[in-house]
């Protein structure tokens, strides 16, 4: 059973949440913020590394190419690599790479509608309603913006990192 | 056409989204600030209101109810009254009544998976991805309770505050 009427259908959708692929991409990023300069890791070792569906992260992997975060090398020795250094790339910028950067609350100015409707005149103010969620919103964003790739690599202690530095020095070597 | 396969629903899911109950109960929740003591609005006047579908807008009072935001006066002549001072309803209460409160980032632990996988050992302290998510999401949380339905009502101006009062006496009177 998936959606039984329209209700249920909004319902579903009006819970807001965002995708998995936010935590897959930020996770590889910070993978690839180790990388040495100029090596590339494969999609299939990004999603073998965390157990990921490899097809469905390659969608996630484009996004970030797209929005200029990664760079994809092609080829039976290419890859992904960060597009610049880690610390120019903040948590913002891989959330909205997948999730776009649409606010959650869209304002359908309730208040020119129904008897009790405003004219244009009463309503050249934004509604404050509006204005507090797109606050929020923007109170979201700064909190994202203020940590970058680097900052949480540097939380990731040195014997992980250098695990993970020599596992795939060995799957390179392979 | 809904949903053609899983990927799509997926990506239509994932898109952060508050539902339009947010801004429906934000506003008949500023109206109801407006009323003098021990009145009570109809459903009906609500909804007639903003131009908004009766049924809908009642499941979204509803979870006000439940919440302990508004009271339901059963009866002809009953209706929807705030439950306390609109200067102790923020607006993160209402929000939260209509969407409920998890936090729209579900970390799954995939450090803890795939060729890469953490022991629980390496897991004790939170993964930095979900506190950086979590603390975006606190920051959501403090801008919406930092704001009371009486902030956005003292911003109305006094002669729409005036004109709604004397449109619902007067619909009362009816």
């Given at each position: 059973?998936?959606?039984?009427?329209?209700?249920?259908?909004h319902?579903?959708?009006?819970?807001?949440?965002?995708?998995?692929?936010?935590?897959?991409?930020?996770?590889?990023?910070?993978?690839l913020?180790?990388?040495?300069?100029?090596?590339v890791?494969?999609?299939?070792?990004?999603a073998?590394?965390?157990?990921?569906?490899?097809a469905?992260?390659?969608?996630?992997l484009?996004?970030?190419?797209?929005?200029?975060l990664?760079?994809?090398?092609?080829?039976?020795?290419g890859?992904?690599?960060?597009?610049?250094?880690?610390?120019?790339?903040?948590?913002?910028d891989v959330?909205?790479?997948?999730?776009?950067?649409?606010?959650?609350f869209?304002?359908?100015?309730?208040?020119?509608?129904?008897?009790?409707?405003?004219?244009?005149?009463?309503?050249?103010?934004m509604?404050?309603v509006?204005?507090?969620?797109?606050?929020?919103?923007?109170?979201?964003?700064?909190?994202?913006?203020?940590?970058t790739?680097?900052?949480?690599?540097?939380?990731?202690?040195?014997?992980?990192?250098?695990?993970?530095?020599a596992?795939?020095?060995?799957?390179?070597a392979?």
């Amino acid at each position: 059973m998936w959606i039984t009427n329209i209700y249920d259908m909004h319902s579903t959708l009006s819970v807001m949440k965002l995708s998995q692929g936010v935590e897959w991409t930020l996770h590889c990023s910070v993978l690839l913020s180790d990388l040495p300069k100029g090596a590339v890791l494969p999609r299939k070792a990004l999603a073998d590394h965390y157990g990921l569906p490899d097809a469905y992260l390659a969608k996630h992997l484009q996004s970030l190419v797209r929005a200029g975060l990664l760079l994809a090398t092609p080829g039976p020795r290419g890859g992904f690599a960060l597009a610049r250094s880690p610390e120019k790339i903040t948590v913002l910028d891989v959330v909205e790479a997948v999730e776009g950067s649409a606010a959650p609350f869209v304002c359908q100015e309730i208040r020119q509608h129904g008897s009790g409707a405003l004219t244009a005149d009463q309503c050249v103010r934004m509604c404050a309603v509006n204005r507090v969620m797109l606050g929020a919103h923007e109170s979201w964003r700064r909190h994202l913006r203020a940590t970058t790739l680097q900052d949480i690599a540097d939380g990731i202690p040195a014997s992980i990192r250098q695990r993970n530095a020599a596992k795939f020095s060995r799957e390179r070597a392979a």
